[in-house]
């Protein structure tokens, strides 16, 4: 048996399968979405937490000892939470929020000086060249940008150590694993466009662009997780040992559970967005 949990923009859904193929255990927990002026769009990280918690928990009741799980994240949704409590600092500000665009606009305007280009290169090419991803507010770094600005508090408690950031599926590990484990897999570190993909590592230039170079660099992992971390594991849910096997993008993991496991093979999916994935090799 294996479980999957996909934590999504409106809910999260777990299944527990046979290695037949057969759903042996599903549960479904609704996740609420704020929207307000402006292109604003927030999900409550505690309720984030406690619908992924809670479907979980609903299929791992009979599970083995030691039974492998996987969990498939929104991508581009960002918070901050409190080292120490746990607690939120911030809402999660979902890939959805438009509050960045300003800012996305006034970079295009300036040419993207702090990003090294051609200097007839727009600042959106400089920056696809590294991240594979144009300026968009839909991406984590303007709404991180925002947070840094209008959040009291937030940078400074960022400059001391007592802040943690990441997408929700770092969110989610980092409690699972009792705060032991923060790291971002590559699938979500791309989706912030603060990584860079020929280096595979945070990239200081795209920090600086946006004005986050107080930022710590959460350590980067690959989406297999990598038996190292074992020692941490296995985690505790519904009173059942599970070990997770693996933490990347609902896009990333839905092109390899399309079986578009070959260089070339593309998928498309419509969901709260439309997105369109290939296997690059």
């Known amino acids: 048996m294996v479980i999957g949990l996909d934590l999504g923009s409106s809910s ?5 399968v046979s290695s037949r193929g057969r759903v042996m255990a599903s549960a479904r927990r609704p996740i609420a979405t704020r929207r307000a002026p402006g292109g604003r ?3 409550d990280p505690e309720a984030i937490l406690a619908a992924a918690l809670g479907a979980l928990c609903a299929v791992a009741r009979r599970a083995a000892p030691d039974e492998r799980f996987g969990i498939a994240t929104q991508r ?16 999660a500000y979902s ?17 993207g000086r702090s990003v090294t280009a051609p200097k ?3 600042p959106d090419a400089a920056v696809a060249a590294r991240t594979g991803l144009r300026l968009s507010p839909h991406y984590s770094a303007s709404k991180i940008a925002w947070a840094l600005r209008h959040v009291r508090g937030l940078r400074r408690a960022l400059a001391s150590g007592r802040a943690l950031w990441g997408p929700v599926g770092t969110f989610l590990l980092w409690h699972l694993s009792r705060g032991s484990i923060y790291a971002v897999d590559h699938a979500n570190a791309q989706r912030t466009l603060l990584f860079n993909l020929e280096e595979i590592a945070w ?3 795209l920090f600086r662009l946006f004005d986050i170079d107080a930022l710590l660099e959460a350590p980067v992992l ?3 997780v990598p038996t190292g971390l074992a020692p941490a594991f296995p985690v505790e849910v519904a009173g059942r040992p599970l070990r997770l096997a693996a933490l ?3 896009q990333q993991a839905a092109l390899f559970g399309l079986r578009c496991r070959r260089p070339g093979d593309i998928s498309i999916n419509y969901g709260s967005g439309a997105f369109v994935l290939r296997n690059v090799g």
Not at 77 to 86: E, K, N, Q
Not at 99 to 105: F, I, K, M, S, V
């Open 120 to 122: 007839d290169e727009p």
């Open 222 to 224: 690959p989406a297999l």
């Open 76 to 91: 581009s949704t960002v918070l901050f939470w409190d080292r120490d409590s746990g607690r939120p600092l911030t809402p």
């Open 12 to 16: 999260a859904k777990a299944l527990r």
């Open 248 to 250: 990347t993008g609902d």
């Open 95 to 111: 890939w959805q929020d438009l509050r960045g665009r300003p800012l996305c606009d006034r970079l295009r305007r300036e040419a």
């Open 203 to 205: 990239d200081p230039d």
């Open 41 to 43: 769009v927030e999900h």
